[in-house]
């Protein structure tokens, strides 16, 4: 549709203002006034997103205003903003929008259950950003336009223009602020998309928990039988790879919410790595597509997608209906079974093992996954990295809120909860490669199927999980990890720091009942050492 709109309402008194235009437009738009701005070999628009390749989570803040300063679980990741300084910004934000010589705003819908779903408008100055925000949320109907006259949320991107960091509480020239009374969002100095996306997130994980409503960062895909699955995971954990299932069909690949109801996709789109992408993404990248801070050829205008000489979080943004097996509208039951991935890079924890009640809601707030050398400079030795509820930096609210809700979710609908291991299990020195992508695949297929169901388990004597004694279509010997290690003294000591790590990370929660569902508190020095006796 192609209109431009009267946006007086939010202090624009630019004129055009162009709203909801197709996506050519978009591409004439972007190839016409924003340099770098090329056609891809596969017809995708290739943008930059300036110096920020990636989301600034130390510049974000949050406005300290009395109807929402209560609820938000303060500190390193939700950092308090005056709301004078958030006046001051949002007014910056305004002035260099209406200087510019064309305006972009983009409605569209966060959610795809029409009861719970948020009306969001998105002013932008840049042809890349409007496009991006159309693929990423759902797009409306030309009939259901007039709703936005009153948006729920409204971002004002003005990320091409400087914060002023002189002002009080701002630390650089990029400042990323959210206003959960106001349901506003400034961005100013940075370009990357992905700021909007995830502030839609994080408004979408304080306004929900606050209706009972658990919102979740994870993927969802469900059976033919209409079996519902969630993949919780971290970046490197394999949770677009696993939801990528043919047989199954997608809901989504990143963020959700759970009603009373069922499950819903937040999103109207994907945003997924193109780095050495699967086939799955490189088909959808084609006329429509963002592709971000990519390396093409000059005369073909081939990609490079081995490249990550700009930065290794090249990105491509695009319309959910582009994947062939997505479901439409994006929505299914309550789950059936939920799969929390970590790769670990300490090679102790099994490649899958069934959690309890206590023990799902702690790995839940863990969030737990290792970073391992080569991925960042500097790291040289495996790294644990705690993330709770598996998207911490997206949580405005305290995770047991979230875990709460959670909890009860599992309990009401008998929904069974997995850790599954796709990092090493074995020594790393000596396993040189990942747990196989085929044998993980027979893992989930096993847990989907609930072929794992009716299998003897063992109990971990350090975590206290169950772990199974078979699997089909893998070697049973590799579902016990000591096994897996010649040097059983070497073995000891990993597990022991891992266990270490767990407890040490836990102590950030002194008053969470779900301590009790880790691992031992005992010393290592008095833990012994695991015997995983085959079953005859």
Known sequence: MHEIIDATAHGITLSPVFRNISPAKLYEEALRHEVGSAISSSGALIVSSGAHTGRSPQDKRIVCENISAK???????????DEHTYEANRERAIDYLNSRSRLYIIDGYAGWDPKHRLKIRTICSRAYHALFM????????????????????????????????????ISSRAAIILNFSKKEMVILGSEYAGEMKKGVFTMINYLMPLKGILSMHCAATVGKKGDTALFFGLSGTGKTTLSSDPSRMLIGDDEHCWTKDGVFNVEGGCYAKCIHPPDEILNCIRFG???????????????????????ENTRAAYPISYVPNATFPCVADHPRCIIFLTCDAFGVLPPVSKLNAKQAMYHFVSGYTAKISGTEDGITEPQATFSPCFGGAFLPLHPSRYAALLAEKIKQHDVSVWLVNTGWVGDRSEKKERIPLATTQAIVRAILDGALDTVTFLTDPDFGFAIPTSCPNIDNDLLHPELQWSNKEKFRRSRNNLVDLFIKNFKKYPDDSYKNGGPSQEPAASRKLNSYARKA
Request: glycine residues 8%; proline residues 7%; hydrophobic residues 35%.
């Open 289 to 311: 597509t963002v592709l971000e801070n990519v390396v093409y050829n000059e005369d073909t205008r081939i990609v490079e997608y081995g490249d990550g000489s700009i930065t």
């Open 71 to 81: 609820n938000i679980c303060w500190g390193d990741v939700n950092m308090p903003l």
């Open 134 to 169: 159309q693929n990423l949320l759902i797009r409306p109907s030309i009939e259901e336009l007039p709703e936005f006259d009153t948006p729920d949320v409204v971002i004002y991107n003005a990320g091409r223009f400087p914060a002023n960091r002189y002002l009080n509480g």
